[in-house]
């Protein structure tokens, strides 16, 4: 950590930094320039973050060196996290590849989607049980019973599973249900809703708030890494922005962004991102070449009697297409999508 100290900061006001530093087991080291007195600080930086060092006197700027996620940091692990979705690989060069559709609807549309996307390369089945509407008369999902219907299915294909949970009281519920749980944009914050998921030990699929920024996505991860939970699997899925020609603003920077930051896996989503299934797939490719881990996008067989989203649902047959495009992608960048359980590369 760096404090960096007012142009006139007095002498009394610049020993009680360093009083203050010491007195904290770290070492304080004062180095005067012409204008400016600054004080590096080495030790344990977490020490200091309790303290609010900024509210002193004399004190101008204080600037840490190490990022506040400790745990999703590159400095805390170099190597790739590889997560395990009911075995399927996500991350270390092992494409996720989530489909199906935005709610889950009944049995039979549900199995009828998953012979698609699976047939076409779809690595991990998902669909919406509670649904997070904005308007409180839309859909919200089927509850517990699309929950056992996600997970027949599942079974029935050989396919693990992934659902968004939205309420602390039904985190036991979901994780029972589930091979992975999904944090959804609207409750990336939601701390006791990541502390909960972080205790199931379960694999956690965080996607990116609408307006949250990068390092709010980690500190996000870092709730549930913090919980003993190091299966996390972060997703970009767009953020407000100021054009209605797109749902939201696909960054798609944030991927490689992200790479230099975190070990942990990280994924698109150009369905929410874009909301256009014609700007989809381009997005989808853009994501993978630019490093992600793996694409989720939404499926519907008969999108215009969809509960949820349909307008930006790919066709199944849409969808082989680009899952083929993503496999030629991903051989070309030396990677591949990971097999289910049971089938070999
Ligand atoms: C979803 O995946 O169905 C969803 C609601 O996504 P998001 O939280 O990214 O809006
Ligand atoms: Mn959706």
Known sequence: ???????????????????????????????????????????????????????????????????????????????????????????????????????????????????????????????????PRTSPYAYQGMGEEGLKILRDIGDKHGMPVVTEVMDTRRVEMVAEYTDMIQVGARNMQNFSLLTEVGQTGRPVLLKRGMSATVQDLLMSAEYILSQGNPHVVLCERGVKGFDPATRNLFDVAAVPCIKGLSHLPIIVDPSHATGRPDLIPPCALAGVAAGADGVHIEVHNQPEDAMSDGPQALLPEQYAKIAAQISDLAKLLGKEISPLPGVHA
């Open 1 to 131: 950590m760096i404090i960096i100290l007012k142009p006139h900061a007095t002498d009394e006001q610049i020993q009680h930094v360093v009083e203050r530093v010491e007195s904290l087991g770290l070492q304080a080291h004062l180095s005067r320039g012409s204008y400016r007195t600054i004080v590096g600080v080495i030790g344990d930086e977490a020490k200091l973050h309790v303290t609010p060092l900024k509210a002193i006197a004399g004190v101008a700027e204080v600037i840490p060196v190490l990022p506040a996620y400790k745990l999703a940091s590159v400095e805390a692990q170099r190597e790739p996290t590889i997560v395990d979705v009911g075995g399927v690989q996500v991350g270390g060069g092992h494409l996720a590849m989530i489909a199906g559709p935005c709610a889950i609807e009944g049995a039979e549309r549900l199995d009828i989607i998953a012979t698609a996307v699976k047939k076409a390369g779809a690595n991990i089945l998902r669909g919406g049980a509670f649904k």
